[in-house]
T-cell receptor, first 111, second 112 residues
Framework: ELKVEQNPLFLSMQEGKNYTIYCNYS?????LYWYRQDPGKSLESLFV?????AVKQEGRLMASLDTKARLSTLHITAAVHDLSATYFC???????????FGTGTRLQVFP | EPEVTQTPSHQVTQMGQEVILRCVPI?????FYWYRQILGQKVEFLVS????????KSEIFDDQFSVERPDGSNFTLKIRSTKLEDSAMYFC??????????FGPGTRLTVT
């Protein structure tokens, strides 16, 4: 059974600081996704990582994938309040399209 | 830009009642999904649907749940006899072949 774990579960950080969220998964996966969710809202797709060594950046967020370590990271650079949200990683596999989500990381950025 | 839509946005029902949650996937998509998220928890897969049949379902998706694509546009999730623990946000998603899933805004189901 594919399992996906994120850490930390909760992250409170000051504006302007950098931090990294980690996503570990238990078995081989084809694709890894990062989503953002604001309270009471849907899932906003941030990144899709397809291959080992993939790195994608959008604004203050950068995601990377190491398939050998079964690890993805979401790095936050110079955090701002608008980044406050819950971030989920999710993986799928070749023979199934279902997404297995991580536990989520609730990010709170304060002045 | 095409998007997945869901109705209603919020449904309140009494325990034991049947509910139908509706989704309109993106028009050229072929794969359809339902997920649920209990408040404060992670998103969980319920069922996937392709070519007018269920392709995969989770252990959560028991006999109380069913899905249907009654016409060319709607995709529905029915819960026959709701329980308190069915209270959650239900997300519909759709996908074209080889692309990523696009999520709808969700339906908040409250069972009292």
């Amino acid at each position: 059974e594919l399992k996906v774990e994120q850490n930390p579960l909760f992250l409170s950080m000051q504006e302007g600081k950098n931090y990294t969220i980690y996503c570990n998964y238990s078995t081989t996966s084809d694709r890894l996704y990062w989503y953002r969710q604001d309270p009471g809202k849907s899932l906003e797709s941030l990144f899709v990582l397809l291959s080992n060594g993939a790195v994608k950046q959008e604004g203050r967020l950068m995601a990377s994938l190491d398939t050998k370590a079964r690890l993805s990271t979401l790095h936050i650079t110079a955090a701002v309040h608008d980044l406050s949200a819950t971030y989920f990683c999710a993986v799928d596999r070749a023979n199934t399209d279902k997404l297995i989500f991580g536990t989520g990381t609730r990010l709170q950025v304060f002045p | 830009e095409p998007e997945v839509t869901q109705t209603p946005s919020h449904q309140v029902t009494q325990m034991g009642q049947e509910v139908i949650l509706r989704c309109v996937p993106i028009s050229n998509h072929l794969y359809f999904y339902w997920y649920r998220q209990i408040l404060g928890q992670k998103v969980e897969f319920l069922v996937s649907f392709y070519n007018n049949e269920i392709s995969e379902k989770s252990e959560i998706f028991d006999d109380q749940f069913s899905v249907e694509r009654p016409d060319g546009s709607n995709f529905t999730l029915k819960i026959r006899s709701t329980k308190l623990e069915d209270s959650a946000m239900y997300f519909c998603a759709s996908m074209d072949r080889g692309t990523e899933q696009y999520f709808g805004p969700g339906t908040r189901l409250t069972v009292t």
